[in-house]
T-cell receptor, first 115, second 113 residues
Framework: GAVVSQHPSWVICKSGTSVKIECRSLDFQATTMFWYRQFPKQSLMLMATSNEGSKATYEQGVEKDKFLINHASLTLSTLTVTSAHPEDSSFYIC???????????FGPGTRLTVL | AQSVTQLGSHVSVSEGALVLLRCNYSSSVPPYLFWYVQYPNQGLQLLLKYTSAATLVKGINGFEAEFKKSETSFHLTKPSAHMSDAAEYFCAVSEIGGNQFYFGTGTSLTVIP
C-alpha cells in the first residue's frame, strides 16, 4: 500500500518551453502533497506544500510563477515548470501524506533536462 | 525550526559487517523520526519510522533504529550488510502537529565485497 507515482519519469525539453509533471497517490487519498527538488549528491529541497483545493505554500526563494502547482484532487497534484531554462534541470520528487503529521510517501522522481 | 544532522556523508562497510548510520535531531520535544533509502535515480523508500511508541523500531530489509531521547539520536543499524544495501540514506524529522519534513544531508553507504 501507499504507492505514489510520477509521470513522466524522464523528460527532455527545449529552453523556453513548459513541462508538466504529475504526481498521483494510487491507493490512498493524500490530504497534503509535497514537491521537492534534488541536485546531484545532495539532499532534498522542499519547494512547496499543497493541500487539495487550496493554493500551494511555497518555500522561500521558490518562484511560484515559475513552478506552478495544482492540487486538483485528493489523488493528483501537478507541477508545471514554466519557460524552463537549463538551470531548472534537476530531479523533481513528489510525496504524498494521508494526514497531518503522517508519513510522507515518495514518488519515483522525474528527471528534467532542459536543453 | 528543526535541524537534522547525519554524521558521515560516506560510510563504507564490508559485506556481512555491521551497518551504523548516525542521525541526531535538534528538537527538545521528541518529534516523529523517519529513515528513508534512495537508490540511484529513484525516489525515497520508507525504511522505518518512530512515532512515540516503542523506542526500538524495526523496519524493512533487516534495518532497525533506536530512539534515544537523552542523546537526541535516531541511529540506523543493520547487523549484517548486504551488497544490495548500497544506497543513499536520509534521516528525516517531522514536528508533532506540523506536516513538514526536515531532511538530513544524507549518508551514502558503500558495501565492499
Amino acid at each position: 500500500g501507499a504507492v505514489v507515482s510520477q509521470h513522466p519519469s524522464w523528460v527532455i525539453c527545449k529552453s523556453g518551453t513548459s513541462v508538466k509533471i504529475e504526481c498521483r497517490s494510487l491507493d490512498f487519498q493524500a490530504t497534503t502533497m509535497f514537491w521537492y527538488r534534488q541536485f546531484p549528491k545532495q539532499s532534498l529541497m522542499l519547494m512547496a506544500t499543497s493541500n487539495e483545493g487550496s493554493k500551494a505554500t511555497y518555500e522561500q526563494g521558490v518562484e511560484k510563477d515559475k513552478f506552478l502547482i495544482n492540487h486538483a484532487s485528493l489523488t493528483l497534484s501537478t507541477l508545471t515548470v514554466t519557460s524552463a531554462h537549463p538551470e531548472d534541470s534537476s530531479f523533481y520528487i513528489c510525496s504524498a501524506s494521508p494526514g497531518l503529521t503522517d508519513t510522507q510517501y515518495f514518488g519515483p522522481g522525474t528527471r528534467l533536462t532542459v536543453l | 525550526a528543526q535541524s537534522v544532522t547525519q554524521l558521515g556523508s560516506h560510510v563504507s562497510v564490508s559485506e556481512g559487517a555491521l551497518v551504523l548510520l548516525r542521525c541526531n535531531y535538534s528538537s527538545s520535544v521528541p518529534p516523529y523520526l523517519f529513515w528513508y533509502v534512495q537508490y540511484p535515480n529513484q525516489g525515497l523508500q520508507l525504511l522505518l519510522k518512530y512515532t512515540s511508541a516503542a523506542t526500538l523500531v524495526k523496519g524493512i530489509n533487516g534495518f532497525e533504529a533506536e530512539f534515544k531521547k537523552s542523546e537526541t539520536s535516531f541511529h540506523l543499524t543493520k547487523p549484517s550488510a548486504h551488497m544490495s544495501d548500497a544506497a543513499e540514506y536520509f534521516c528525516a524529522v517531522s514536528e508533532i502537529g506540523g506536516n513538514q519534513f526536515y531532511f538530513g544531508t544524507g549518508t551514502s553507504l558503500t558495501v565492499i565485497p
